[in-house]
């Protein structure tokens, strides 16, 4: 009896420190209520990825994130809604590649500036997009791809989010290093692409490890992947670099930022939640499981670093394809 109540007591005190702890990661936050903002529609990868930041954040600070999903523009619309909101750590925004890294590249004028209009909190990691083919496709790998484009007069088509997102820009890549013939199908709807592609509509298309499921069914084939080492969701397929083309490298970052002027503890405050967040193994494996996901627990100043050099190379990329939205 005495053990037992020597352990409800340890208990006790064990809750009441959590308890404690994070009332007082509440007190030291300014605002109860802190607005998330995505600039993609609830539902995909991004939205995943955000929601259990939100929820990792909350764990940590003791205040709730509410996501709010500003679809549109490749993110450029959530970013630049991010961007003019007050520096009081009240809003947060999800920064992705294409809002953050490639856009100043693409849009002749944005409603933000990328590099000023922001600090970063940190880098949240990254994940690889995928080179699929349909099942019945004849091609195995990357050169049996590429020589079945040089069988059509008309290239090859791929599938897209549309110009500009990283699933195009991985294939401009592609074509850069290549030489491959291809047309870039543009699309509205991610369940689409996938039917076209499962269907052979399309003769490929980049995409995140979420379309697992359809490869094990067989309806779809993955044959590259996009990143520097190999994706753990598809451990026996090859990345493009492996196959040829060593320059080849896109992934899929994404950092947290608050507006320009946040006050540096703050920024220091939520750097060390998202750090002590993306070192929790459970965390990390539903990242792994659901979205193919490194973590990448960083300094403000290296996640700077990291988007300038992002953008940096990006700018070459596009500027050499002679690609610019409207």
């Not at 699929?132 to 791929?158: D, N």
């Not at 990448?296 to 939205?325: F, G, H, Y």
Request: glycine letters at 10%.
């Amino acid at each position: 009896m005495y053990e037992s109540l020597k352990r409800r007591t340890l208990l006790m005190g064990l809750a009441g420190s959590i308890v404690a702890t994070r009332a007082a990661s509440a007190a030291a936050y300014p605002v109860d209520l802190v607005r998330f903002i995505v600039g993609f529609p609830p539902g995909g990868g991004t939205d995943v990825l955000a929601r259990l930041v939100a929820d990792g954040l909350h764990e940590q600070l003791g205040v709730t994130l509410i996501v709010d999903n500003k679809g549109g523009a490749s993110g450029t619309i959530g970013a630049a809604i991010g961007a003019k909101a007050k520096p009081d750590g009240a809003t947060l925004t999800l920064g992705s590649s294409g809002a953050i890294l490639t856009a100043p590249s693409l849009y002749p004028t944005l409603a933000y500036d990328p590099r000023t209009d922001f600090d970063p909190v940190g880098t949240i990691g990254s994940y690889p997009n995928i080179l699929f083919v349909p099942g019945t496709s004849s091609a195995r790998s990357l050169a049996e791809l590429i020589a079945l484009g040089k069988t059509k007069t008309q290239g090859l088509s791929y599938g897209s989010a549309g110009v500009g997102s990283t699933l195009h820009l991985s294939a401009v890549l592609l074509q850069q290093l290549t030489g491959i013939n291809a047309v870039n199908v543009p699309y509205t709807s991610g369940s689409m692409l996938q039917a076209d592609l499962a269907e052979g509509r399309i003769d490929f298309a980049f995409a995140s490890a979420a379309l697992a499921q359809l490869a094990r069914a067989g309806k779809i084939r993955p044959i590259a992947c996009t990143g520097r080492t190999r994706s753990p969701g598809f451990p026996d397929v090859p990345t493009i670099a492996e196959q040829g083309f060593a320059d080849y490298e896109v992934v899929n970052w994404f950092s947290l930022l608050v507006p320009k002027g946040t006050p540096d503890d703050l920024v220091r405050t939520l750097n060390g939640a998202l750090n002590t967040m993306l070192g929790q193994p459970r965390l990390r494996e539903r990242l792994a499981i659901d979205l193919d996901f490194t973590p990448q627990p960083s300094t403000p100043q290296e996640a700077r670093t990291l988007i300038v050099a992002e953008q940096d190379r990006w700018a070459r990329i596009i500027k050499s394809a002679k690609l610019q939205l409207n």
